[in-house]
C-alpha cells in the first residue's frame, strides 16, 4: 500500500512516458534525410554499442569527438579508417597517420564486422545530433502538482459537516421563534445534549470503555513502530539514482554490490567501482525530459563528487598523484540492530532470494528508501512461507554414505513444503548470538 | 516445650562464631552492589538528593529516553575508495605469521576481519611450533595494548624519530672518539637479517659489543651443549621415540622448552598397549607433573645428586655420589629400573639453569643411548641464545664507565636483572627500543616505540631444519620503526625491515611470495654437529666433574624454585586475559604467590582462609635469600608441593607495563636466582592477602566427575563394562539407561546436523589455551581481580581441576572411620595428590534443565542438538543458572565495557582494545545471561560456505575455537550424524561417558575416560 502511494507520488510513470516522448520528438525533429538504409537510430544504437567507449560527439575522450566528422572527413576515408584503420595507416595514408600521432598512438579497434551501411548509420547518427547547438539555459520541466491529500479531503467534508448542522440548528430556532416557540441557541442545544449523555451512564461506560481501549491501541502501535523506519529515505551525500543504473542501464545488482553473493555484508560499492564507468560517463551526455542536455554540456556535478573522492583529473583523463583521497560518506538506510545476525550470501547465494524481496522496487528508486519493516515478525513470516532451495548439493548429496539431508527431509515431511521454518529457520540462535 | 526447641544451620551457628553470628544479622551474607551499579560511592554518600528528587529525575529520564528512542540515529556507511581484492567485507581472511614475543616462537595463521587482526589459529602442523600456547593466542590483544609506546621519548618529553637518531649517531660517534663501547642488548637473536646487521655493525665499529639476554636465562644450559656439540643451541627432543620420559622439574607441557612437545606427548599417550609413561620428579607442582603417572617430590639441590646416582645406577659406573634421602633412593631405584628397561627410547629432562645438572642429563642420556633416538643434537634450536657471563661483563663495563653507547632492544633487565639499574647510571647515552615505557626504558636517557610483531617484517631460523618469515597483517598503530631499521639507518643504509627479509629470502634461493604465503619454508642447514657417539663419549667423560659441582650445590631448610603460570616470564604482563586465567593448578588468578606444602606452612604458621562468601585469604611472608629479600609475599598452600620447598611464579611485580598488571603481585627476578632455584629463608610477615580464586572443591568426594582407569585395567577390558558403567534407573518398565528415564519428548535430531562435542580426558594437560580462545572469539568480557574473588568471573569455558584425597569410600569402610569424618577427610587434598583436568562448558544438554525454568524462553534448543540462548530475551531471573547442574551459565552483572571499576581490567573500555571484538558475535549488555553457544557462528559459517560451493559439509571442516586452540587435539566437535565422523567414532568409543549421566539431562558434550599408565 504505502509503496504504491510512493511510486504515484514519484510520478514515475508520468515522467516515464514523458521522457520517451520527448526522445523520439527530438530524435524525429532533428533527422536530416537519409537514404533508404541509412537509419539514425540504428546508427546510434551501433555508436552506443561500439563507439562511446572511447569517442563522444562533442568532445575528445580516448578518441576524437565525432560530431561533424563527416565534414571533416571524406566518407570514402572514414570508412575505410572505421573498418580497418591500421591498414590505412599501414596504406601511408599521411591522414591517417597524424591522427594517430596526435591521440598518442592509441590503437583503435579494427571493426571489419560493420557493413558500410552500418558505418554511414553511425556517420549519419554523429551528423544528427548538433554539436553547438546547447542552449545554456536550460528550461526546466515544471513538477506536476501533486494530487490534493485525502485525509485534508475528509476534514474538509467534516467542516462543511460541522456548519451544515449548525445551519439546520439555526433554521430551526429561527422556524420555532416564527412559530412563536420557546428558542434555544446552538451553545444551549449543545450543553442540553452533553449533560444528558454525562448523564447517561450507558453511554459514560461505553465511551471510557472506547477511549481506553483505543488509547492502548494507539499507544501499542506507536510503541512497535519504534526503531521500524519504513519508507526512511535519507539524502545522501552523492545523488545516486538506483533507477538510473539499475533500471534504465539494467546495471545487474552484484556488479557492484558484488559482496552480496560471498558475505553477510551487500557491501557499498568501492569508488573505483564507480570509476569502471564513470571514467567515460562524465554526465555531459545526460539529456533531461525535454531531450537536452541536463548539464548544458558540462559534467553532472554528482560524478564530479566520484571524482573528487578519487582524486580523478578529468581534464587531462589520469589520476592524481599523492591525492588524499576522501571517502564517500554514504548514509546507512538498512539498520539491523546489532543483537542480530544478517547474512545477505545466505538469501542471495543459498536462499535464491532477489535483492527486491527485501529491498522493493529498487530499480524504480531515484533516491533508495527503506522498503520493508526489517522487523522480527517480518523476518520470521517470510521463514515461515518461503520453501528452501533443496536443489543445493549442500541438502541433496550426501556425504559419506550417509544420507543426504533431503532424504531425512522426505522420510520426515514426506510431500510437504519444505519451508526455512521446517529446517530450523525459526530458532533464536539461528540469528542472535 | 516448643519454646525450648532449637534449630542449628550448621555447626557454625550452634559454636556461635563470630562469622555465623554476621550472617545471622544480615539477610545477605555479603552487601549487595547497589552503590556499584550506581557508580560512584562517593558521589553517591555526600549526594544531597532527597526521594521526591529521585522520582523527579526518574521520571524524567524515562520520557527523555523514551522520546530520545523514537530518533533513529544517522549511521555512516563509508566504503573504501580504492578497495583491496584481497579484503571483502564481512569475510575473514587469513595470513601466515611467525609469532615472537621474546620467549615463545609458533608458526601461525592470523585471522583479520576487515584488516583488523582479531584471532590466532595454529599455524600449518608441518611447520616449526605450529601450535597456539595461551600466550601466543592473546597476543592479538598486545597488539591493541593502549599502554604501547606511541612516540619517541626523549627527557620525558615526546620526540621524534628524526632527533632520536640524530642523537644516536652523535653518541655513537662520540663513544668512538672517546674509546668507550658501543653496546646492543637484545634477546636471543636467530634471525638471519639481524644478525647481518650486527656483522655489519661490528664491521663497521671495532668498539661494538653485541650481548644478549633471555628474560628466564638458559645460559648455563646452552653452555653445556655448546661445549658437547660446539653449537650453542638446545638439542631438540623427540617424544614420539620415546616410551619413557622422566622429568626433573622440567615444566615441558607449559612453558619449559623452547620447542612445543605438548601435541607429541599427547599423540604418545593414547591409551594402548606401547603407551609413553611418564614420570615426573619435581618440587613444584607443574603443570607437567600434574599429568604424569608417577610423580616424584623433591627438593631442588637433591636434583643433581639423584641424576648422579641414576647415572650410577644404568651405567654401573662408580662415581662418589652425595647423602640421598632414603625414600627419595628408593623411589629412584625403581625409575633407574624403568629407565634400563626402555633404553634408547626413553628420554630424561632437566629444568632450570643449572650447568651441573644439564651436564648431567646429558650424560644420563648418553648412557642410556638416547642421544641420537630421543635427544637430537643434530636438530639444533636456536630459540634461546642468552648469555649471562656475557651480560656479567656487561654489567661491570657499564660500571666501570667503559660503555659510552647502549641499545636496548628487547629485554627489559632493570626488570628482571639486578644490578643493571644501578650500572646503567654509567652509561653516556642509553636507547630503550621496546613496545612501551616500560623498567628499563624508563631509566634510559631515551626511548622509542617498534613495532608489535603483527605489525613487522622479521625473518627466523628456529631451527637447522625451518625458516619462518613474520609479515604485518596492520599498518604500525603508533609512530614506531623496527629494531633492525634503527640499526641500518646508523650504517648509513636507508633499506626497510621489508627490503632486508625480502633479501633475506631471495638469497635462500626462496620464491618470496610462496614464503610469505606459507609463513616460511622447510629449508636444511648444515648444523655441524658432531656424532652422536661423539657427544655421548664426551657427556661421559665430564659426568664426574658435574657430579663434584652437583654435589657441593648449597642446599637449606627451605629451597625456592621459580616457575612460570600462563603470563610467562613477563612480557605479555599487561595483558589482561593471561591473569583472568585462573592458574591450571591453584586455580587463582591475578597474583602470583609463595606456594607451600601444608605441613611446611604449619610449621611456619601460614593460613589460607575461606572467607563467609567462599573467597580465598592467605597469609604474608617474606623471602630472604642471601642479601636480597622479597616482602609480603602471599602463601598458598598448594598440594603435592615438596615438603623443604617452595614456588613462586615469574613475571609479576611489575611497575611499568600498563594500568592491567602494574603493581599486581611481586617480582620474583629480585631475588636474582638466575639457576632457577635457590635456598631461601621464609618468615611470616604480618596481615592477609586476599586471592581471586575460582574453584572451591578441591576434590571429586568419590564421585565421579572425572572417569579415570588404569592403562592395565583398560587393556584388559577394552569395552569398559568394569570401569565405565552407565547408570540405570529401575521402573515400571524394566531397567533403563538415564537416557531412556525420560518426562519430556524427545527432540527430532536426525533430520539435520547434529552437533556433539567429545572432550578426551587422557590428552587434555590443562594449559588453558582452550579458555583464553574462547574468549577472544566470543568477545567474553575481562572482569577482573574483585569480580574473581565474587565468584562473578565470565568465563564460558572453564578447566576444573580436582586433586585426589588420601581418603576414599573403601579405606573409611576398611578402617571404619564414620560418616562425618569420611567426608570431611575426602574433601581434602591428598599430601601427594593425583591431578585430572576437565574442561567443562555449556553441555547442550538434549534435556536441559535450564530451559524449563527459563520464564520468558530465552533459551531454547535447536533442532541441531544445541541449547539456544538468546540475550536480548533474557531477563535476567538466573533461574537457569540455579537449575544447571553442571555451573556453566555465566551472569553479566555489569555493563563491563562502560562501567569505569573495569576501566583497568577490560580491554574493550578503550578504542583501542574494542578492535579485538569479533565482529559476528555481539557484545552482551548487562543483567543477561551467557554461556557456550558451540561457537555457532563458525557452525552458520561453515554451513554457508557449503552452501555456496553446493556441497554436503565435511567433517572436519567447523570447528569451535576451543578445538581449534588444542595442540593436543583433546576436543574433538562435529555432526554425529554424519557417518564416519571424527567426532561419531569418538561418541562410540567405550571410554566416552557424560557428565553427570544419572541427571539424565543427555548432554551434547562427551568426555572420554582417563587412561592412567601406573604400573
Known amino acids: 500500500m504505502n509503496s504504491c502511494r510512493m511510486y504515484m507520488r514519484k510520478g514515475f510513470s508520468n515522467s516515464l512516458l514523458l521522457r520517451l516522448l520527448s526522445i523520439v520528438l527530438t530524435i524525429s525533429a532533428l533527422s536530416i534525410p537519409a537514404s533508404a538504409e541509412v537509419d539514425v537510430d540504428l546508427g546510434k544504437k551501433l555508436f552506443k554499442s561500439n563507439c562511446a567507449s572511447c569517442h563522444k560527439l562533442d568532445k575528445k575522450l580516448i578518441g576524437p569527438a565525432l560530431s561533424g566528422v563527416t565534414q571533416r572527413r571524406s566518407e570514402e576515408w572514414l570508412l575505410r579508417w572505421i573498418r580497418n584503420n591500421a591498414e590505412l595507416r599501414a596504406s601511408g595514408d599521411a591522414d591517417a597517420k597524424a591522427i594517430f600521432e596526435e591521440y598518442n598512438g592509441s590503437i583503435m579497434t579494427a571493426f571489419p564486422a560493420l557493413s558500410d551501411d552500418d558505418i554511414k548509420s553511425i556517420l549519419a547518427y554523429t551528423d544528427a545530433v548538433p554539436a553547438v547547438a546547447i542552449p545554456k539555459d536550460v528550461p526546466t520541466v515544471q513538477p506536476v502538482a501533486e494530487p490534493a491529500n485525502d485525509l485534508f479531503l475528509i476534514y474538509v467534508l467534516g467542516v462543511f459537516l460541522a456548519l451544515f448542522i449548525i445551519l439546520l440548528l439555526r433554521i430551526r430556532n429561527t422556524l420555532k421563534q416564527i412559530n412563536g416557540d420557546d428558542s434555544s441557541t446552538v451553545i444551549q442545544d449543545f450543553n442540553a445534549l452533553t449533560q444528558w449523555l454525562v448523564g447517561n451512564k450507558r453511554f459514560m461506560t461505553a465511551a471510557t470503555i472506547i477511549v481506553t481501549v483505543g488509547f492502548i491501541h494507539q499507544l501499542f502501535w506507536f510503541l512497535m513502530a519504534i526503531g521500524v523506519e519504513v519508507n526512511y529515505q535519507p539524502i545522501q551525500p552523492i545523488a545516486f539514482s538506483h533507477k538510473i543504473h539499475a533500471g534504465e542501464n539494467q546495471v545487474d545488482c552484484n556488479y557492484c554490490h558484488t559482496s552480496a553473493r560471498q558475505s553477510k555484508h551487500s557491501g557499498i560499492p568501492s569508488t573505483n567501482v564507480c570509476m569502471n564507468c564513470h571514467m567515460y560517463i562524465d554526465g555531459t551526455e545526460i539529456l533531461n525530459d525535454a531531450g537536452l542536455p541536463k548539464y548544458a554540456g558540462e559534467r553532472s556535478p554528482e560524478i564530479t563528487k566520484i571524482y573528487a573522492a578519487i582524486g580523478w583529473d578529468a581534464e587531462n583523463r589520469s589520476y592524481i598523484e599523492n591525492y588524499e583521497q576522501k571517502p564517500v560518506r554514504w548514509i546507512r538506510i538498512h539498520n539491523l540492530p546489532d543483537l542480530v545476525y544478517f547474512n545477505h550470501a545466505q538469501h542471495v547465494t543459498a536462499g535464491g532470494v532477489e535483492c527486491q524481496t527485501c529491498h522493493g522496487p529498487i530499480q524504480e528508486m531515484d533516491v533508495v528508501y527503506q522498503y520493508s519493516e526489517l522487523t522480527m515478525g517480518w523476518c520470521i513470516n517470510c521463514h515461515r512461507e518461503t520453501e528452501v532451495k533443496t536443489d543445493n548439493g549442500y541438502y541433496a548429496e550426501a556425504a559419506d554414505g550417509g544420507k543426504s539431508i533431503n532424504e531425512r527431509l522426505a522420510a520426515k515431511f514426506h510431500d510437504e513444503i519444505i519451508t526455512v521454518e521446517k529446517i530450523g529457520g525459526l530458532e533464536c540462535g539461528k540469528c542472535h548470538y | ?1015
Open chain 2, 1 to 1015: 516445650m516448643a519454646k525450648e526447641k532449637l534449630y542449628w544451620k550448621g555447626f557454625d551457628q550452634l559454636a556461635n562464631t563470630e562469622v555465623s553470628k554476621r550472617l545471622a544479622e544480615n539477610e545477605f551474607s555479603e552487601d549487595l552492589p547497589i552503590d556499584q551499579f550506581l557508580g560512584d560511592d562517593n558521589l553517591m554518600a555526600n549526594s544531597s538528593t532527597s526521594r521526591r528528587d529521585f522520582l523527579k529525575y526518574l521520571g524524567f529520564s524515562t520520557a527523555a529516553a523514551t522520546l530520545a528512542a523514537c530518533e533513529q540515529p544517522i549511521i555512516e556507511s563509508i566504503p573504501y575508495v580504492v578497495k583491496p581484492d584481497s579484503l571483502t567485507p564481512g569475510m575473514p581472511t587469513y595470513y601466515a605469521t611467525t609469532y615472537l614475543d621474546g620467549q615463545d616462537f609458533a608458526s601461525i595463521l592470523v585471522k583479520t576481519r576487515e584488516g583488523r587482526p582479531i584471532k590466532i589459529e595454529p599455524g600449518d602442523k608441518t611447520r616449526f611450533n605450529w601450535g597456539t600456547n595461551g600466550r601466543a593466542q592473546a597476543s592479538v590483544l598486545s597488539l591493541y595494548d593502549s599502554s604501547r609506546l606511541r612516540q619517541p621519548i626523549k627527557d620525558d618529553t615526546e620526540s621524534d624519530w628524526v632527533t632520536i637518531s640524530g642523537d644516536l649517531k652523535n653518541a655513537v660517534e662520540e663513544s668512538v672518539n672517546d674509546g668507550k663501547q658501543f653496546m646492543l642488548l637484545t634477546g636471543s637473536i636467530f634471525s638471519p637479517s639481524f644478525k647481518l646487521v650486527v656483522e655489519d655493525l661490528r664491521q663497521t665499529y671495532a668498539n661494538f659489543v653485541h650481548v644478549e639476554i633471555d628474560a628466564v636465562s638458559s645460559s648455563e644450559v646452552l653452555d653445556v651443549w655448546e661445549g658437547l656439540t660446539g653449537v650453542r643451541a638446545m638439542p631438540s627432543i623427540d617424544i614420539t621415540a620415546a616410551n619413557l620420559v622422566v622429568s626433573f622439574n622440567e615444566d615441558f607441557l607449559s612453558s619449559g622448552t623452547p620447542q612445543q612437545v605438548a601435541s607429541d606427548y599427547a599423540f604418545r599417550r593414547k591409551p594402548g598397549k606401547g603407551m609413553l609413561r611418564h614420570i615426573q620428579i619435581e618440587s613444584n607442582l607443574s603443570l607437567t607433573g600434574s599429568n604424569a603417572d608417577k610423580r616424584i617430590k623433591i627438593k631442588p639441590s637433591q636434583i643433581g645428586l639423584s641424576l648422579s646416582y641414576l647415572l650410577n645406577q644404568v651405567s654401573d659406573s662408580n662415581y662418589s655420589v652425595g647423602k640421598i634421602d632414603k625414600v627419595l633412593k628408593n623411589q629412584l631405584d625403581s625409575v633407574a629400573k624403568e629407565l634400563m628397561s626402555s633404553n634408547g627410547k626413553s628420554v630424561v629432562l632437566v629444568g632450570g639453569n643449572s650447568g651441573a645438572n644439564a651436564y648431567l642429563s646429558a650424560a644420563l642420556n648418553a648412557a642410556l643411548k638416547n642421544i641420537g633416538t630421543t635427544i637430537r643434537p643434530d636438530k639444533p634450536i636456536y630459540l634461546r641464545s642468552g648469555n649471562d657471563r656475557a651480560f656479567e661483563n656487561a654489567i661491570v663495563d657499564m660500571n666501570a664507565g667503559r660503555v659510552g653507547t647502549l641499545i636496548i632492544a628487547g629485554p627489559n633487565p632493570v626488570y628482571n636483572r639486578v644490578g643493571f639499574d644501578s650500572a646503567l647510571k654509567n652509561v653516556n647515552y642509553s636507547l630503550s627500543l621496546n613496545d612501551r615505557f616500560d623498567e628499563t626504558s624508563v631509566a634510559t636517557t631515551a626511548a622509542a616505540p617498534v613495532p608489535h610483531y603483527l605489525e613487522s617484517w622479521a625473518d627466523y631460523v628456529p631451527t637447522n631444519l625451518d625458516f619462518s618469515v613474520s609479515q604485518p597483517v596492520i599498518r604500525p598503530l603508533f609512530n614506531s620503526r623496527p629494531t633492525i631499521e634503527v640499526l641500518s639507518e646508523l650504517l648509513g643504509k636507508t633499506k626497510s625491515a621489508k627490503d632486508l627479509v625480502k633479501e633475506s629470502v631471495l638469497a635462500k634461493g626462496l620464491n618470496w611470495s610462496q614464503t610469505l604465503h606459507d609463513g616460511g619454508a622447510s629449508l636444511k642447514i648444515d648444523a655441524r654437529i658432531p656424532s652422536f657417539t661423539e657427544i655421548s663419549g664426551r657427556a661421559l667423560v665430564g659426568a664426574e666433574i658435574a657430579m663434584e659441582t652437583a654435589g657441593s650445590m648449597d642446599s637449606g631448610a627451605m629451597e625456592l624454585s621459580l616457575y612460570q603460570k600462563t603470563v610467562g616470564a613477563g612480557y605479555q604482563s599487561n595483558n589482561p586475559w593471561l591473569h583472568e586465567l585462573p592458574d591450571p593448578i591453584s586455580r587463582v588468578c591475578w597474583d602470583n604467590y609463595l606456594t607451600i606444602s601444608a605441613a611446611d606452612a604449619l610449621s611456619i604458621g601460614f593460613v589460607n582462609e575461606t572467607q563467609s562468601n567462599g573467597a580465598l585469604d592467605g597469609s604474608l611472608a617474606n623471602i630472604q635469600s642471601g642479601e636480597l629479600s622479597l616482602n609480603n609475599v602471599p602463601v598458598l598452600i598448594q598440594p603435592g608441593q615438596a615438603s623443604g620447598t617452595v614456588g613462586l611464579a615469574v613475571g609479576y611485580g611489575r611497575s611499568q607495563v600498563g594500568k592491567v598488571a602494574d603493581g599486581l603481585g611481586v617480582n620474583a627476578y629480585a631475588l636474582n636466582l638466575l639457576k632457577g632455584f635457590g635456598v631461601v629463608k621464609i618468615t611470616p610477615a604480618g596481615g592477609m592477602h586476599e586471592f581471586a580464586s575460582t574453584q572451591l572443591g578441591n576434590t571429586m568426594m568419590g564421585r565421579k566427575i572425572v572417569n579415570e582407569v588404569s592403562l592395565s585395567d583398560f587393556v584388559n577390558d577394552p569395552k569398559g563394562s568394569s570401569w565405565n558403567e552407565k547408570p540405570t534407573f529401575h521402573t515400571l518398565d524394566g531397567t533403563v539407561s538415564a537416557d531412556e528415564a525420560n518426562l519430556w519428548e524427545n527432540h527430532d535430531h536426525e533430520t539435520m546436523h547434529m552437533w556433539n562435542m567429545s572432550i578426551d580426558l587422557n590428552s587434555c594437560h590443562g594449559c588453558g589455551a582452550c579458555v583464553i580462545a574462547c574468549h577472544i572469539e566470543n568477545n567474553v568480557p575481562v572482569v577482573g581481580k574483585e569480580e574473581v574473588r565474587n565468584f562473578r568471573d565470565m568465563h564460558w569455558l572453564r578447566i576444573d581441576r580436582y586433586y585426589s584425597s588420601d581418603m576414599t569410600p573403601e579405606r573409611a569402610d576398611m578402617e571404619d572411620v564414620g560418616v562425618v569424618k569420611k567426608y570431611a577427610e575426602m574433601e581434602k587434598p591428598g599430601v601427594s595428590p593425583e591431578v585430572v583436568f576437565q574442561p567443562v562448558m555449556c553441555q547442550h544438554c538434549n534435556h536441559a534443565p535450564c530451559e524449563t525454568v527459563c520464564p520468558v524462553g530465552a533459551t531454547v534448543h535447536s533442532r541441531e542438538g544445541l541449547n539456544h540462548m538468546a540475550y536480548n530475551r533474557c531477563i535476567g531471573t538466573r533461574y537457569c543458572a540455579n537449575n544447571c547442574p553442571y555451573k556453566v551459565r555465566r551472569f553479566n552483572w555489569f555493563n563491563y565495557q562502560k562501567n569505569e571499576q573495569f576501566s583497568s581490567v577490560n580491554p574493550a573500555q578503550d578504542d583501542l582494545g574494542r578492535m579485538v571484538l569479533n565482529p559476528d558475535v555481539t557484545v552482551r549488555a548487562r543483567g543477561v545471561m551467557e554461556k557456550c553457544t558451540m561457537c555457532i557462528q563458525n557452525i552458520q559459517y561453515g554451513k554457508l560456505e557449503a552452501k555456496k560451493a553446493g556441497r554436503p559439509l565435511k567433517d572436519g571442516e567447523i570447528n569451535t575455537a576451543c578445538e581449534s586452540a588444542c595442540d593436543t587435539g583433546a576436543i574433538t566437535f562435529g555432526d554425529v550424524n554424519l557417518p564416519n565422523s571424527a567426532v561419531q567414532i569418538a561418541k562410540n568409543d567405550s571410554r566416552s561417558y557424560h557428565l553427570l549421566e544419572e541427571v539424565g539431562t543427555q548432554p551434547s558434550v562427551f568426555y572420554q575416560t582417563k587412561v592412567r599408565n601406573r604400573v
